[in-house]
Every structure is written in structure tokens, then in C-alpha cells.
């Protein structure tokens, strides 16, 4: 599935992304929440993961805020985090939401013992 421009494989978006490219960030303020977007995925019938995507800090455009793209999942390991990192552009956070969808996807190759061990933060 195509999703803002980007291969989600079999995500299921739980939250429009309404930013839009080309559009400088200072006139899509009201979009930049903590909440941008989040997307579901479900790996073996198992695993619950989600790809969130939220600006901090919330509307306000600095130079210290940006996108902060986060993989984790929810019911097992209760919100282990798999996938984090940020971005100050709609370009830079496109590439990470990619990258991220991408590693999800590659979980479906792997065992859940396996994929459990790639959590950064166990």
C-alpha cells in the first residue's frame, strides 16, 4: 500500500498524514502534533507494531523541534522500541517513515524470538 508517497506493505495508517510536500512547515503549524501519524502492523498474528510519527515540541517551529519517527511494539514487549529517529524536513521524515515500513516488513522473514532481540532498548 502506497501511503504518502511511501510503501507501507501491509500497514494499516490509523491517522491521516495531512502535511503536505512543497508547503513550507510555518504554514502547516496546526499539522505538526504530537500525533502526525501512526500506523498499524501486525507481524506473525502476534506482534502488534506501530510506526509513529510526531513533531516535538507540539506546533512549535524552532530550530530544535522536528519529526521524531519511532517503531514499537505493544503487546508483547509493551512498547519496546525497535526503530527511532528524527527529522527537521517533510523530505527527511518521508525517508524515515520508508526506512521504518521497510524494517517492519522485514520482520515477517524473521522469527518472533528474533525479532524480539532487535528491540533497542531491551
Not at 67 to 89: C, H, N, P, Q, S
Not at 94 to 109: D, G
Request: aromatic residues 12%.
Amino acid at each position: 500500500m502506497n501511503y504518502f508517497g511511501v510503501e507501507i506493505f501491509d500497514g494499516i495508517p490509523q491517522k491521516d498524514l495531512c502535511l503536505e510536500e512543497g508547503v513550507s512547515l510555518e504554514d502547516q503549524w496546526f499539522h505538526l502534533t504530537q500525533d502526525v501519524t501512526c500506523i498499524k502492523y501486525s507481524i506473525h498474528g502476534v506482534l502488534e507494531f506501530y510506526l509513529d510519527v510526531g513533531w516535538y515540541p507540539d506546533t512549535e517551529i524552532t530550530p530544535e523541534s522536528g519529526f521524531k519517527i519511532e517503531v514499537m511494539e505493544a503487546l508483547i514487549t509493551d512498547g519496546g522500541i525497535f526503530y527511532r529517529k528524527e527529522a527537521g524536513t517533510v523530505a527527511e521524515m518521508k525517508q524515515c517513515l520508508a526506512e521504518a515500513a521497510t524494517l517492519i516488513y522485514s520482520f515477517n522473514e524473521l522469527t518472533i524470538s528474533k525479532i524480539l532481540q532487535k528491540a533497542c532498548n531491551s
